[in-house]
């Protein structure tokens, strides 16, 4: 039996959240990842129902597939990328706060360490690490032996390990660190900026030249301190800082005249602000209009 198209809707809309995580995960692109969910949809529709022993892990190896498939093509584009390129930004539901492992998988911070993995290590690490899919269904997933998997798992774990980072900070430590960081910016005080950021704090703006952001990152307390004090002094008077759950953490979102003009996300390390990843690409801001619901 092929099964109905109502089965195939049912199963595949009660696993939809999880597959655009996995995709999510993989891409670092939430308009990417929904192509990948088109094309898993195709492709189940078209299976036989009845031949499928684990309808979940099935569905996760054809997302997994398409989403290595979209992730080279995703490599080729950002060569040709205009300035640094950053994760776009979901905004995000108060449950994917609450599941500390989900959180830390899709912050911008993760997402950029995991940007540094070969697609099929990263894929490995996505499905091992944050689904806890054993390794034989990975080796499916991803067309290599089991033993071939482990070996990848491993490589990508201790690669992962040394970038990220170096402690899960707990939601009140980030909601503080945020807030004092956003009071230093309104005030436009630099010593107040200087005593949150860390020395070595690095900064990227992504305008994907369509909207103005640093070309390069800027590194050092002292840089991004005055850059920021500077930037937001000439916009105070038409501008505004609301924070909200981005990617499962605190953020900051940016108006400029009541249009949404950018995402603040921040990583934070003892306590400190150690990146501030600026998104100001209009066409990776849709996603800041409604809640993403992310699941594991």
């Excluded at 080279?72 to 640094?84: A, D, F, I, N, Q």
């Excluded at 998988?105 to 993995?117: F, G, P, Y």
């Excluded at 953020?251 to 996300?265: C, F, K, Q, W």
Aim: aromatic share 4%; net charge negative; hydrophobic share 45%.
């Amino acid at each position: 039996m092929m099964g109905t198209p109502d089965q195939a809707t049912e199963t595949f809309v009660a696993h939809r959240n999880l597959l655009f995580t996995v995709a999510y995960e993989m891409l670092g692109s939430a308009a990417d990842a929904e192509d990948v969910l088109q094309e898993t949809w195709l492709r189940w529709a078209g299976v036989d129902l009845g031949t499928v022993r684990d309808q979940r892990a099935y569905l996760v190896r054809i997302t997994t597939r398409q989403a290595l498939a979209r992730l080279r093509t995703l490599g080729r584009r950002k060569e040709s990328y205009v300035g640094p390129w950053l994760p776009e930004p979901l905004l995000t539901t108060p449950d994917v706060a609450e599941d500390v492992a989900l959180a830390d998988s899709v912050s911008m911070a993760m997402l950029l360490v995991l940007e540094t993995l070969a697609p099929t290590e990263r894929a490995v690490f996505v499905l091992r690490e944050v689904f806890d899919l054993g390794y034989d269904e990975i080796a499916e997933a991803v067309d290599k032996s089991e033993a071939a998997v482990r070996q990848i798992a491993h490589r990508a774990r201790a690669h992962v390990a040394a970038r990220r980072p170096r402690q899960v900070v707990s939601a009140a430590e980030t909601r503080g660190a945020l807030d004092a960081f956003q009071r230093a910016v309104e005030t436009g005080e630099l010593q107040s900026l200087l005593d949150i950021l860390a020395p070595d704090v690095v900064l990227l703006g992504d305008g994907g030249g369509v909207k103005q952001a640093v070309p390069r990152p800027i590194v050092g307390a002292d840089k991004v301190a005055r850059l920021l004090a500077g930037g937001w002094g000439r916009v105070a008077g038409i501008s505004s800082l609301r924070p909200a759950q981005v990617n499962g953490h605190p953020a900051l979102i940016v108006h400029l005249d009541g249009e949404l003009d950018s995402v603040l996300a921040l990583r934070i390390d003892d306590g400190l602000i150690t990146g501030i990843y600026a998104v100001r690409n209009p066409e990776k801001l849709s996603h800041m209009e409604r809640e993403t619901v992310l699941r594991r």
